[in-house]
């Protein structure tokens, strides 16, 4: 039995090491190439089969991609919301890699602490929450970092905006002025409006589609601001330039909250992390003694009640130093 925890211990770390590594690491710029030379000896190249051949290996590589993603889909609740979540990141994350990186940290988990000599439940339902919680943590931290990153970018692309208004420009030249030179997440979802407005979508729902999509309120302002100016009339070019320094200030006002709000976080985060420390440390200094709650049910059930009001405990502590504006 030991064996084969071992080899279950084994084959969940690589696959959550391989596929996180793939997921974060984005498209790689060598296959990229690769591909695209490949596509051009396709459509130039004298060898006709080799190129219905490669052609095929793609067909049956995406129709096994897409079984995963089906077969994750049926699985998750709420697919369509998740996949959102997932294009919100900016990275190549499908949702089949996401439910294998999900499924090999609770086989980890739960094989690390079957091994340590914990029951089966136990290790069961802390391979469920490590599961769960870790790829969705980490979900959300790239998405508020791209989204941050955004939002701090973006009163400098609506500056570009009213610049090329105020050069004669109509509004549909400079959103793609706007995706070909501002970089980030800025660019590339400039980008994605202007080539959804290339195949026939107007701009009102192009950018409507952003905003739902980005779920954040400085584009959803623009997208209003622009449906507006449109129905009413108006100088577009002052308008946005006024669009530009509410968000600027809006970003001040944020870091000012953030900076005023610090110290209550600081101590939110140190009182509740603080169980979790102690357990560890006492665990390291004395394994003995805290082995009971791997062991005795009663024990367990104790650890468990606790684990789950010192979770309220930090969630309306998170509430509390979490401001809006």
């Not at 590339?188 to 980005?214: C, H, N, P, W, Y």
């Not at 601001?225 to 809006?250: F, H, M, P, Y």
Request: hydrophobic residues 50%; aromatic residues 8%.
């Amino acid at each position: 039995m030991d064996m084969i925890y071992i080899v279950i211990l084994a084959v969940g770390v690589l696959g959550a090491l391989l596929l996180g590594a793939q997921a974060l690491a984005g498209p790689n710029p060598r296959k990229a190439l690769k591909r695209r030379m490949e596509l051009v000896k396709e459509r130039h190249g004298d060898s006709a089969l080799a190129a219905n051949a490669q052609a095929q290996i793609r067909k049956l590589m995406a129709a096994r991609a897409s079984r995963v993603d089906s077969w994750a889909s049926t699985l998750m609740p709420k697919p369509a919301l998740m996949r959102q979540r997932l294009e919100r990141t900016g990275k190549d994350i499908t949702l089949g890699k996401y439910a294998m990186i999900s499924l090999g940290l609770l086989l980890f988990v739960a094989a690390l602490l079957m091994i340590k000599g914990a029951p089966f439940l136990l290790a069961l339902f802390a391979g469920l929450f490590f599961g769960v919680a870790v790829p969705h943590f980490v979900v959300n931290f790239l998405i508020g970092r791209r989204l941050k990153q955004f939002n701090s970018n973006f009163p400098d692309a609506i500056e570009l905006m009213v610049r090329g208004l105020r050069s004669g420009l109509p509004i549909t030249e400079t959103l793609g002025i706007v995706a070909g030179e501002i970089t980030g997440p800025v660019g590339a979802e400039f980008r994605s409006v202007a080539d959804k407005m290339k195949i026939g979508r107007t701009m009102e729902v192009s950018l409507q589609e952003t905003a739902d999509r980005l779920g954040t309120a400085e584009f959803q302002f623009f997208v209003i601001t622009l449906a507006i100016q449109r129905e009413t009339g108006g100088n577009l070019a002052e308008t946005l330039s006024n669009l530009a320094d509410v968000l600027r200030k809006r970003g001040q006002m944020k870091l000012k909250i953030k900076a005023m709000s610090s110290e209550s976080k600081a101590s939110a985060f140190i009182l509740g992390s603080l169980p979790f420390v102690v357990f560890a440390l006492v665990s390291m200094v004395n394994p003995k003694y805290m082995s009971g709650f791997f062991v005795d049910e009663r024990l367990i059930i104790a650890g468990l009640g606790g684990m789950c009001w010192m979770g309220i405990g930090v969630f309306i502590m998170a509430k509390m130093v979490n401001f809006e504006i």
